[in-house]
């Protein structure tokens, strides 16, 4: 082999070595700037740590409704006594007011009680939302994304229960959206489900 076709050789080499190396950083720097998608509500509803807020929220709304029909048959009782009295007497227009109270009272405790029960399911909602935002920031972190975006669901024109009567109302509806595409390796929605459920059975067994 001549030193012309040695050279050749050698410079086809070094061009196909620049050429992989060019397209090692274009691709690692296109992750490294890429944006992800996490679909929030998904890994809200599928949560270890949501189900058992859930399931602590209805035991609190269980005792509030068993104390509630404790009160409503109170007041039933109270109801029968009264029917028993003859009207236009002192004793029944006493007895009256106490029902009358007895039933205000109640419906305001009761309205208490379930604003009281909404508050705590936002102010749970509102913890565990702080987590995943942390979750997703490391786990995109960790794969080289510098920005994660909500998934949407795909938009669907005529869905059941959607009044677009015009055009105009059409690219509102389109204009609403904050994505129009996006590949499923750009999902971390799993991912980010993950690495909660593992770190809040770790923490479950921590506390034991």
């Known amino acids: 082999m001549g030193d012309l076709q040695v050279n050749i050789m050698r410079s086809r080499i070094l061009i196909a070595f620049a050429a992989a190396l060019l397209l090692g950083a274009s691709a690692a ?8 998608v996490v679909d929030v509500k998904k890994v809200f509803e599928s ?3 949501w189900a058992q807020a859930k399931a602590q929220i209805q035991n609190m709304a269980d005792l509030v409704k068993l104390e509630d029909q404790s009160r409503q048959q109170k007041l039933q009782q109270m109801r029968e006594d009264l029917e028993l009295l003859p009207r236009d007497t002192p004793n029944y227009a006493r007895k009256l007011e106490d029902f009358e109270l007895a039933a205000l009272n109640r419906n ?3 309205q208490y009680q379930q604003a009281k029960l909404g508050r705590e ?3 749970r909602m509102e913890v565990i939302y702080g987590k995943i935002v942390d979750a997703t920031k490391r786990v995109a972190t960790a794969s080289g994304y510098q920005m994660v975006l909500v998934k949407e669901k795909p938009l669907k024109i005529l869905e059941q229960g959607d009044q ?5 109302q059409l690219w509102d509806k389109i204009a609403e ?4 595409w996006w590949s499923d390796d ?14 809040f059975i770790a923490g479950a067994e921590n506390n034991k």
């Open 29 to 36: 720097s296109a992750q490294k700037s890429g944006v992800a």
């Open 177 to 180: 959206r904050k994505l129009i």
């Open 121 to 123: 399911e936002v102010s």
């Open 108 to 110: 305001v405790w009761l």
């Open 186 to 199: 750009l999902d971390l929605t799993d991912q980010v489900r993950t690495k909660m459920d593992n770190e």
């Open 47 to 49: 949560l270890r740590e």
């Open 164 to 168: 677009i009567k015009d055009r105009e």
